[in-house]
């Protein structure tokens, strides 16, 4: 009865949204469906939620406007959600880091209609830019994507996506400051400052703020990026380098963190992608490897886990607790409508694993249908298979089986 009464809203709420005529008004809505199961053993089960079910939905007004040389844009995000993760999430957070203010201005009204039931509306863009031929500026909530990860990131220091992120349509926006210059060549200078306060209301501080300035250009076949950045109290040097590979295509990023305890973590990743055909169908395929710089490698309990590591999963900067991991997956185009991409994601030192399968069907031209299945392999212990929340407690805190059914449509 509960999902029926999830469903019947989440379909009001798509077929009352009519198609807007007005210049540079648009809608995206989703809704999606998602089931959850954990083993007997970890955190989730202990929490009275082994196996969980959650609708969720997002209606997202997106207005932009030119004005001349200038732009302005307006997005607005209303979502809600029904299910156990309202309750899930509560009783998570105590076992999670806190994480701090990720952007300055809160635009986030959140309602709690009961212990099921959440819905809150965000203002996720809200900018005004400058540009011409050389040079844009551009101030307010935004969103930025710096590096050539396909699955991990080392110089997107700004809301990365996490490597298991199913709808990456628009990444969280964030108070500002960007400009750019670009050159003849092609080669462009970039700079950010993203002020943040201590804690929502504060004064803007510079230990808690991010400033960065990343440079590319093409050096012959290969094109090369440079980063400096100050980052919530600490420093980051970074290189990344890529180019073409026979048919293929390949990239290099290296990052140096030198923090404010005095300590050094390198973080690097490496990659390769092609395209080609199989049994007459396009295909695409990659394969990463990423090394972190924050992880550990040993079967340490939650937590124990180093501070240096939990500060940077708490920013939402890095998502795996483990020191080296590999990811490769791929797509195929089976028809003109249907896409399926399987992928995996290992860490090398215990040899745990999450292994998933999305599959993409295009309804019409502005409506998709989203499914996808993650599964965890590993022993107990291990990053996939659960850490142990505290040593010799028997409780384990790991990525459970999932599945998604998502819809989206476009207006």
Known sequence: MRRAKTLLTAAALMAATTPVSADGLRLRTDYS???GWSAASSLDTALGFQNRATGAGNVRLIW??????????VQSNLSFAQGDAIGYGAALAPFLPTPPPATYFDLARPWRINGTTMATNTIDRLSISYGSPHFVIKAGRQAITWGSGTVFQVSDIVAPFSPNALDTSY???VDMVYAQYLFDSGADIQTIWVPRAASFGGTIAFASSTYATRARMTLGPIDTGVMLARDRGDSIASLAFGGPLGGAS???????????????HRSYLANISNFGTLFGRNISYFAEYYHNGFGVDAALPF???PASLIKRMSTGQVFNTGRDLLAFGGQMQITPDLMIAPNAMINLQDR?????????YTLDDNTNLVVNYLHPLGATGTEFGGRETTAGSGVYLGPSRSLTVQLVRYF
């Not at 390949?250 to 050094?264: D, I, P, R």
């Not at 745990?352 to 993409?360: D, H, T």
């Open 33 to 35: 469906l998602t089931s």
């Open 64 to 73: 932009d406007k030119s004005l001349g040389d200038f732009q302005l844009e």
């Open 171 to 173: 990444k969280p926006g």
């Open 250 to 264: 390949w990239n290099v990023e290296y990052a140096q963190w030198m923090l404010a305890s005095g300590t050094t």
């Open 303 to 305: 937590d124990s886990l």
């Open 352 to 360: 745990s694993a999450v292994a998933g399968v999305l599959v993409n």
